[in-house]
């Protein structure tokens, strides 16, 4: 199965750099990987997608190493708007394997002022 | 532009009774998704769509139905609901490129069955 862990919740305070790492140990070499947020009352939205090494949005940075066996979200100087739930998605985008639809329970980010 | 728009947003139900959710997303996606998510859990697959006239199972599948007769929509089902079934649905949709697609998601609909 494509499975992927991350940390069930964290906590930071406004003005820190908070990373969030989620492992996919059986990621195939088709998938990519993405992060979506989602905060309540509301369906998760996408935040930033990569395939190896580093991608860098308005939003978000995504370090993915050598093995692509994990990845870092990696979000600067975090508000009081960046609470919300995260989650990480491994999948090649044909979608014919449901495995790779599914998500994990997400790593829920409370931040303090 | 609307993206993907669930409804109803909220519906109560009884035991035993039946009723339809609508996605519609106008971006023109091949696939479409509905998801549950229950409280304080991730959200769990219950049926997909590839394209217009096809569904497949997903994770959670048992007491629900979907069908795609326009590529725009999808339905779902619920033919004699449960208390089980109480929790949010949300539908998504993507295009099918060689790259992963993200997901569009809506707003959900929140189901009560009593």
């Known amino acids: 199965l494509a499975k992927t862990t991350q940390p069930i919740s964290m906590d930071s305070y406004e003005g820190q750099e908070v990373n969030i790492t989620c492992s996919h140990n059986?990621?195939?070499?088709?998938?990519?990987i993405t992060w979506y947020q989602q905060f309540p009352s509301q369906g998760p939205r996408f935040i930033i997608q990569?395939?190896?090494t580093k991608v860098t949005n308005e939003v978000a940075s995504l370090f993915i190493p050598a093995d692509r066996k994990s990845s870092t979200l990696s979000l600067p100087r975090v508000s009081l708007s960046d609470t919300a739930v995260y989650y990480c998605?491994?999948?090649?985008?044909?979608?014919?394997?449901?495995?790779?639809?599914?998500f994990g329970t997400g790593t829920r980010l409370q931040v303090f002022p | 532009n609307a993206g993907v728009t669930q409804t109803p947003k909220f519906r109560v139900l009884k035991t035993g009774q039946s009723m339809t959710l609508l996605c519609a997303q106008d971006?023109?996606?091949?696939?479409m998704y509905w998801y549950r998510q229950d409280p304080g859990m991730g959200l769990r697959l219950i049926h997909y769509?590839?394209?217009?006239?096809?569904?497949a199972k997903g994770e959670v599948p048992d007491g629900y139905n979907v069908s795609r007769l326009k590529k725009q929509n999808f339905l779902l089902g619920l033919e004699s609901a449960a208390p089980s079934q109480t929790s949010v649905y949300f539908c998504?949709?993507?295009?099918?490129?060689?790259?992963?697609?993200?997901?569009?998601f809506g707003n959900g609909t929140r189901l009560t069955v009593t």
């Open positions: 998504a949709s993507s295009y099918p490129s060689g790259t992963n697609s993200p997901l569009h």
């Open positions: 990569g395939y190896k």
């Open positions: 769509s590839v394209g217009e006239g096809t569904t």
């Open positions: 059986n990621i195939a070499t088709n998938d990519y």
């Open positions: 971006m023109n996606h091949e696939y």
């Open positions: 998605l491994v999948g090649d985008g044909r979608s014919y394997n449901t495995d790779k639809l599914i």
